[in-house]
């Protein structure tokens, strides 16, 4: 069920912090790991559950690669509480 991925990405703080942010606007891994004072690689990993769990896209430009949140991983958690 792809509601417990979604619960279980933006269980963890600093996914959620990095959610919010790509909510915002799009950002490259280095902005990410500078405002957030994590390594690249450990931002890279938090990505990658993020994007799992459709919360985020990614769009190359060039050398870089941007995320972005996208809506939808949320609607598919929004239609689940709306059942409960």
Known sequence: MAYQAVLS???DPTRR???ERLRRRP???GELARA???SQPA????????RDA???????????RYYQATPAG??????????M
């Open 27 to 29: 950002h490259t891994v």
């Open 43 to 50: 931002i890279s990993q938090h990505l990658k559950v993020l």
């Open 17 to 19: 912090r990095l959610f």
């Open 74 to 83: 949320l609607r598919e958690l929004r239609a689940w509480l709306e059942g």
């Open 54 to 64: 459709r919360l985020v896209t990614v769009r190359p430009e060039g050398t870089r």
């Open 9 to 11: 990405a933006l269980a």
């Open 36 to 38: 957030q004072a994590i």
